[in-house]
C-alpha cells in the first residue's frame, strides 16, 4: 500500500511510481507469454484474433512480416492469458490504490503496447480519461514495466500537475485522441521521465498528460497497461474495449449506484471505427498529411 508521501506525490504530480511493485517471476510469466503470441503473429498479415464484440485482439505494426514480427498490441490480454489474469484479477496491483480509490476497487480494461526499435513516430501527448470517460474521475491507468525502461527505448513521460487541466483533443473539429501540437513544447520542457526497472509500477492518474519519445534502442519496450477505478465510477460512453472482466471487484465490494463528481468541463469522444487508437492517429496523421503524427491512448 502506498505511504503518506506517495499518496501527496500522486495527488500534486498525478502519477507515483513505485518500485519492485510485482514479482520477478509474474514479470517472467508475463513475458514468456507474450514471445509465444510474438511467434503465432508470424502466421498473420493482418490484425487477428477476436474481442467479444469481434473486433480484433492482436494489432501488428505497418511493416510487420514472418522474418520481422511486429506485434504491438495485445487487447485484454487477461482473456486470453492466466499468467496476466492471475496478476491483474488478483489485489497484488489494486493494493497499492486503496488510499486513492478507496477501499472498493474494480477492473475496467487492459492491454499490452510492445515499442518496436526502429518504430519512428512519437506518443503524441494525451489523456487517457477522455477516451473512456466514467461518472467521476477515481480511475488510475496502473502501467507494469515488464522490461526496463529508459529514455533511449522511449520511456513515457508525464507532465506533474497536469491532471488538474482539460485539454482539447481535436483538431478541425474532428476527435484525432491528441492534444494540439501548439502544447507539445510546453509539455516537452516540464514533463518527467519515467524511468524504471522491470517490474516498476506506475501509477497515473486518469487525467494526467503524457507521452513518450520512438524507441531509439535494440530492444522492444513493453508495457502492460491497466485501468482500474473506484466501484462506484461507471461509463458514461460504450466501452471501446469491452471485456468479460469489465467491472469485475478486484478488492472490497460492489458499488449499486453511480458517484457523480463535478469536475471541470471535458469533450466527449467521436464515434470511431475499430478498438484501437493507433488505427485512429494513423487515420488523422493520413487525413492531415502530418505522417508523424503518432500514435495516443494506450501506447505509451
Known amino acids: 500500500m502506498l505511504n503518506s508521501k506517495q499518496v ?5 504530480k498525478g502519477y507515483v511510481l513505485i518500485d519492485d511493485a ?12 507474450i514471445d509465444k503470441w510474438v511467434h503465432q503473429s508470424r502466421q498473420y498479415d493482418a490484425n487477428y484474433g477476436a474481442l467479444i464484440d469481434g473486433q480484433p485482439r492482436f494489432d501488428l505494426e505497418p511493416g510487420h512480416c514472418k522474418s520481422s514480427p511486429k506485434l504491438r498490441r495485445v487487447t485484454n490480454p487477461q ?17 497499492y490504490m486503496v488510499p486513492i480509490l478507496g477501499p472498493d476497487i474494480k477492473f475496467d480494461h487492459s492491454k499490452i503496447n510492445a515499442k518496436h ?3 519512428k513516430s512519437d506518443i503524441k501527448y494525451h489523456q487517457d480519461h477522455i477516451f473512456e470517460p466514467q461518472t467521476n474521475d477515481s480511475v488510475i491507468v496502473a502501467l507494469l514495466m515488464l522490461n526496463d525502461s529508459t529514455e533511449e527505448n522511449g520511456c513515457l ?40 526497472k522491470a517490474g516498476s509500477l506506475c501509477l497515473m492518474h486518469t487525467w494526467a498528460v503524457h507521452g513518450s519519445e520512438p524507441n531509439r534502442s ?16 461507471f461509463p458514461l460512453t460504450p466501452h471501446k474495449l469491452p471485456s468479460r472482466f469489465m467491472d469485475a471487484v478486484v478488492l472490497g465490494c460492489e458499488a449499486r449506484a453511480a458517484r457523480h463528481r463535478e469536475v471541470l468541463d471535458f469533450e466527449l469522444p467521436d464515434f470511431y471505427e ?19 503524427l503518432g500514435f495516443a491512448v494506450g501506447a505509451v
Open 8 to 12: 501527496s506525490s500522486f495527488q500534486e
Open 22 to 33: 510485482v514479482d520477478q517471476q509474474e514479470i517472467l510469466n508475463i513475458n514468456s507469454q
Open 79 to 95: 482473456e486470453v492469458s492466466e499468467a496476466i489474469k492471475h496478476t491483474l484479477l488478483k489485489d497484488s496491483i489494486a493494493k
Open 117 to 119: 526499435p526502429g518504430m
Open 157 to 196: 513521460k508525464v507532465v506533474p500537475g497536469s491532471h488538474e487541466y482539460r485539454y482539447p483533443h481535436t483538431r478541425d473539429g474532428k476527435f484525432t485522441g491528441t492534444i494540439d501540437d501548439a502544447y507539445t513544447e510546453h509539455f516537452n520542457s516540464n514533463a518527467d521521465l519515467i524511468e524504471a
Open 218 to 233: 535494440s530492444d522492444p519496450r513493453r508495457l502492460l497497461i491497466t485501468e482500474y477505478k473506484a466501484a462506484d465510477a
Open 274 to 292: 475499430g478498438d484501437s487508437l493507433f488505427d485512429l492517429q494513423e487515420t488523422a496523421a493520413a487525413e492531415t498529411g502530418q505522417s508523424d
